[in-house]
């Protein structure tokens, strides 16, 4: 169980795996986040994961993002959602998103169907290399 106390002072956590988070996303050069829509927003797997970091975990991070919906609209929306989050966070997020639905992919092979899909990956991948090096400079070893 998460201590709230230590939670809300920016304490040291119980469990292991929050804190492995943690020193994952202060290591990182920059993040990605990926995520299921349900009722056009994004998980609470994932909510649940960004609750346990601290206020400026991504600070001077690019960090890309992905959603996948039954909808290419859901998704949208999550990303937007993400956006915010990402700001909350003193992160920036990179311009391009993925938000992809059922029809980007083959529904016998469930393999994602070459298009533009793909090629927002392409771009947002580019974009998040950019970002990181010109950020670069800015980071502060923690």
Not at 24 to 53: P, Q
Not at 57 to 80: D, H, M
Not at 113 to 140: H, T, Y
Request: glycine residues 8%; negative net charge; proline residues 4%.
């Amino acid at each position: 169980m998460l201590d709230t106390e230590a939670y809300g002072r920016g304490g040291v956590y119980p469990h292991e795996g929050a804190r492995e988070l943690r020193a994952r996303v202060a290591a990182a050069d920059g993040v990605v986040l990926a995520t299921s829509v349900f009722h056009s927003s994004y998980s609470g797997l994932l909510k649940s994961a960004l609750d346990h970091l601290e206020a400026d975990a991504f600070e001077n991070k690019p960090v890309a993002l992905l959603a996948n919906a039954g909808s290419e609209r859901g998704a949208t929306i999550a990303c937007e959602h993400l956006r915010s989050v990402v700001k909350a966070l003193s992160g920036w997020a990179v311009p391009m998103q993925v938000a992809s639905s059922q029809a980007d992919f083959d529904q016998e092979t469930g393999q994602i169907k070459p298009g533009n899909v793909v090629r927002r990956c392409e771009i947002m991948c580019d974009e998040l290399v950019k970002f990181i090096e010109a950020f670069s400079s800015l980071r502060v070893p923690r």
